[in-house]
């Protein structure tokens, strides 16, 4: 039961219970302060000067499962909270998984772990999954949602990786860099001017001006080059560059077509045959957003032709789940025509791939993780409503958290008020996406003995999915 916990230097006061369905008994935590995210995310910065820090269990307790080599960074994040972290560097075939997920109540993952509903449905504990990565698809996000199971990632923190990959990919193009290294690699001496450009005062067309497309079009300004771009929806530019009111008009006017949208219905085969007519002889393609954006076999073809002067590639549509020798036929029927091919750039998906990115992206997903467990806020989740409160404060000792994701159906509000009525409502927040809503509750004056009773009836509801008391 609650404990009162030494004030550390007369500010937090630290406590370190929950009553949650799916983890028994409440226990006490050691006194630990919540790390403040990164300046960057200045919605996600509070005080700590009065927080009181919500803990939901003995942070012992939390058993914190890590796979694909998550970057440290968010693996210290995780141990610094007294988890119990296993960090394992591969990720797990489904049998071995839907083992060792059912201990477990977070599971951090990248991009090769998948997490089915049949693996979800045996991790019993699981709170919550932490993708240390930009991509979501790996997971049934809906699966999740509907067992109470948030899902977080960190969508920006290599943009800038991949915008410099991109102006190193426009140079090495225009230059025929690797097929130069290539040869001599091979031992050939081969000095050629012929169809090697600089890129000052050429055009650059961007497709999907969000975040890493925009950072980019102001790197390539930087080298002298003219940018135009098209985006479904109209966004300011960042200096000088332009927005193109179609594809069409953005493809026939550039020199240089690099593609930087997100993997939806409407992008797949963005850029096919008859989009490759309407590029310019001798221009360049470049794609490292998805692999579903290119018809490879079309742009195989325009390469061959000659429309194309080069390409580079860094996502196909079956890559591999692991590193070794499996870029062959046995992956995609066109690899072997995409390596006989010259002044094509193929790399391993690695746009994102620097160490600034791994590491942004291990603090940024632990934080959300730590916040999700310790105080039940969604902001940032992709699967469950965003939904946030306040801290409390060490002047409110005896308030509890209340969190109960439900079925978004009508009168579940009124049921729960009237679990809660005993109690005074400081704040309350409810949203919902789809068939789930997410609810907390800041409620005051609030007895130990009493959790166990308030856990029950908010259990009791039908349209219940999880309820979480943290106090
Ligand atoms: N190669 C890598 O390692 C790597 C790393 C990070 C991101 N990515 C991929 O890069 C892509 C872009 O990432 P981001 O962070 O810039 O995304 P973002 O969401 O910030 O921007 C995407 C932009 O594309 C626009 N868009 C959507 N559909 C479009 C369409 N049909 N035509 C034109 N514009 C469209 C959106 O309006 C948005 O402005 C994503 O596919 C992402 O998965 C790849």
Redesign the pocket.
């Known amino acids: 039961m609650s404990k009162d916990i030494p004030i550390v230097q007369k500010v937090a006061r630290s406590v370190s219970n929950s009553w949650s369905n799916g983890i028994a008994g409440l226990s006490s935590s050691p006194t630990t302060s919540f790390h403040s995210p990164q300046a960057s995310f200045p919605g996600l910065q509070r005080s700590n000067t009065t927080q009181k820090a919500l803990k939901p269990f003995d942070t012992k307790d939390i058993k914190v499962l890590l796979l694909e080599n998550v970057n440290e960074t968010g693996q210290t994040i995780l141990r610094e909270q007294g988890y119990q972290v296993e960090a394992i560097k591969s990720s797990l075939p489904e049998e071995q998984l839907i083992e060792r997920i059912k201990d477990v109540h977070v599971i951090g993952i990248r991009s090769k772990t998948k997490l089915t509903a049949k693996v979800l449905n045996s991790a019993k504990n699981l709170l919550v999954i932490g993708c240390f990565c ?2 979501t698809n790996q997971v049934d996000l809906k699966t999740a949602a509907s067992l109470g199971i948030a899902v977080f990632n960190s ?2 923190s ?2 800038r ?2 915008a410099e ?1 991109t102006i190193a990919e426009i140079i090495g193009l225009a230059r025929q860099i690797t097929d130069r290294s290539a040869e001599l690699h091979a031992g050939i001496w081969n000095k050629v001017s012929a169809g090697c450009w600089e890129v000052r005062g050429k055009t650059l067309g961007i ?7 925009s950072q980019l079009s102001v790197l390539a300004e930087q080298m002298g080059m003219q940018v135009i771009y ?4 109209p ?1 300011m530019a960042l200096s000088t560059s332009k927005q193109i009111k179609d ?1 069409e008009t953005l493809l026939s006017k550039s020199d240089f077509v690099t593609l ?5 219905a ?2 797949n085969n ?1 850029i096919s045959t008859a989009q490759f007519a309407q590029m310019r002889s001798g221009s360049y393609l470049i794609n ?3 692999g579903s ?1 290119v018809d490879i076999p079309a742009l195989i073809e325009a390469m061959r032709s000659g429309k194309l002067a080069g390409a580079a590639l ?2 196909y549509p079956n890559e591999p789940g692991g590193n070794g020798d499996y870029f062959n036929g046995s992956l995609n029927n066109f690899t072997d025509d995409l390596r006989s091919l010259k002044n094509l750039i193929l790399t391993p ?5 620097t160490e600034e990115a791994q590491s942004a992206i291990g603090v940024e997903v632990a934080q959300f993780l730590v916040r999700y467990v310790n105080e039940g806020t969604t902001q940032g989740s992709v699967n469950l409503p965003e939904v946030t409160l306040r801290s409390l404060t060490i002047d409110e000792p005896n308030h509890a958290r209340v969190i109960y994701v439900h079925k978004n159906v009508p009168g579940v509000l009124r049921q729960v008020n009237n679990v809660l009525a005993d109690h005074n409502i400081d704040k309350q927040m409810t949203d919902s996406r789809g068939e789930i809503a997410y609810l907390m509750a800041d409620i005051s004056n609030v007895k130990p003995d009493e959790l166990k009773e308030l856990q029950h009836n908010l259990t009791a509801s039908s349209a219940h999915i999880r309820t979480r008391i943290l106090y």
């Open positions: 930009i991509g969508p920006f290599n943009s990786s991949v990959l497709v999907g001006y969000g975040h890493i497309g098209y985006d479904v929806v966004l594809l930087h949208v997100p993997e939806t409407d992008t963005l490292n957003s998805r954006v860094d996502v998906h690695i746009g994102g791939s």
